[in-house]
């Protein structure tokens, strides 16, 4: 799993007077789960973008095992990061087709070999209901709550050591943000999972949690310790 830090990081959108992020430090230790919590602007999915350097910090830095984001090659960075966006885009081919964007020299036969030494059946099938069996199933038929499952396995099957979700239970029924949940949990050994969470539920499983508001890191802290804090 890889570690992530921003430190005293400045940030405007380019050609955009807005600072967006104003001093914005804190550390993401290996493995586990990280939440950022906070209200809607206050930087949360812009954290994101800088760890996968869609833009450059005016100040600051921003690492990834230790190392600026701008000294990685950047297909290397990439490789390395799984992201999930709340609204997932879905692909309007197969379920199959839609698992493999981003999978290593897959072709429509190799992805169920990469699902098996990965380990990762029994989550994938607990991902969309019966993919295993329904791999033919168009994408574009899917609910929004289905898009939210394949986006986050296709996520896992590429192995990535950060994984990035911008809270994508959103759009799920009880029984499966549990489901989503709980694959979020076991993977959080061998993937470092960093979530922007709006639900309590999602918050309340992190080990670590970071409120943002107005493009600042107001408190860090476990969930223990943030309620024993007023
Ligand atoms: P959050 O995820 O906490 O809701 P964001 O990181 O999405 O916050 O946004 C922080 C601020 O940056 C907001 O004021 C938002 O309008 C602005 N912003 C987000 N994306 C862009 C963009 N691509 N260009 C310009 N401003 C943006
Ligand atoms: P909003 O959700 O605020 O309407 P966007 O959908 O444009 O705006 O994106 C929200 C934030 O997520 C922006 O700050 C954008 O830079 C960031 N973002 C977009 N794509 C990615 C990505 N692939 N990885 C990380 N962050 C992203």
Same mark, same amino acid.
């Given at each position: 799993?890889?570690?992530?830090?921003?430190?005293?990081?400045?940030?405007?959108?380019?050609?955009?007077?807005?600072?967006?992020?104003?001093?914005?430090?804190?550390?993401?230790?290996?493995?586990?789960?990280?939440?950022?919590?906070?209200?809607?602007?206050?930087?949360?999915?812009?954290?994101?973008?800088?760890?996968?350097?869609?833009?450059?910090?005016?100040?600051?830095?921003?690492?990834?095992?230790?190392?600026?984001?701008?000294?990685?090659?950047?297909?290397?960075?990439?490789?390395?990061?799984?992201?999930?966006?709340?609204?997932?885009?879905?692909?309007?081919?197969?379920?199959?087709?839609?698992?493999?964007?981003?999978?290593?020299? %897959?072709? =429509?036969? #190799?992805?169920?070999?990469?699902? $098996?030494?990965?380990? @990762?059946? +029994? *989550?994938?099938?607990? /991902?969309?209901?019966?993919?295993?069996?329904?791999?033919?199933?168009?994408?574009?038929?899917?609910?929004?709550?289905?898009?939210?499952?394949? %986006?986050? =396995?296709? #996520?896992?099957?590429?192995?990535? $050591?950060?994984?990035? @979700?911008? +809270? *994508?239970?959103?759009? /799920?029924?009880?029984?499966?943000?549990?489901?989503?949940?709980?694959?979020?949990?076991?993977?959080?050994?061998?993937?470092?999972?960093?979530?922007?969470?709006?639900?309590?539920?999602?918050?309340?499983?992190?080990?670590?949690?970071?409120?943002?508001?107005?493009?600042?890191?107001?408190?860090?802290?476990?969930?223990?310790?943030?309620?024993?804090?007023?």
């Amino acid at each position: 799993p890889a570690s992530v830090g921003f430190q005293n990081v400045v940030f405007r959108y380019p050609g955009n007077d807005t600072v967006v992020h104003h001093d914005v430090s804190f550390d993401i230790p290996r493995g586990g789960m990280t939440a950022f919590v906070g209200p809607s602007g206050a930087g949360k999915s812009t954290v994101f973008a800088l760890i996968e350097r869609f833009y450059e910090v005016e100040r600051g830095r921003v690492t990834l095992d230790g190392k600026d984001v701008t000294e990685w090659p950047l297909g290397d960075l990439r490789a390395s990061i799984g992201y999930v966006e709340q609204d997932a885009p879905v692909l309007a081919g197969t379920l199959r087709e839609n698992l493999s964007i981003g999978v290593p020299d %897959a072709d =429509a036969a #190799a992805i169920w070999d990469v699902v $098996r030494q990965a380990r @990762l059946e +029994e *989550v994938v099938a607990r /991902l969309p209901q019966g993919l295993d069996t329904e791999v033919g199933h168009r994408g574009n038929k899917l609910s929004g709550g289905e898009r939210q499952r394949v %986006a986050v =396995a296709r #996520a896992l099957l590429r192995k990535p $050591r950060l994984l990035l @979700l911008d +809270e *994508v239970t959103s759009q /799920l029924d009880a029984r499966n943000e549990n489901a989503l949940r709980e694959v979020i949990g076991e993977v959080s050994g061998r993937t470092t999972v960093v979530v922007v969470a709006h639900r309590l539920s999602t918050v309340s499983m992190a080990d670590r949690i970071v409120v943002m508001d107005a493009g600042r890191v107001r408190a860090t802290g476990t969930h223990e310790q943030l309620l024993s804090r007023d």
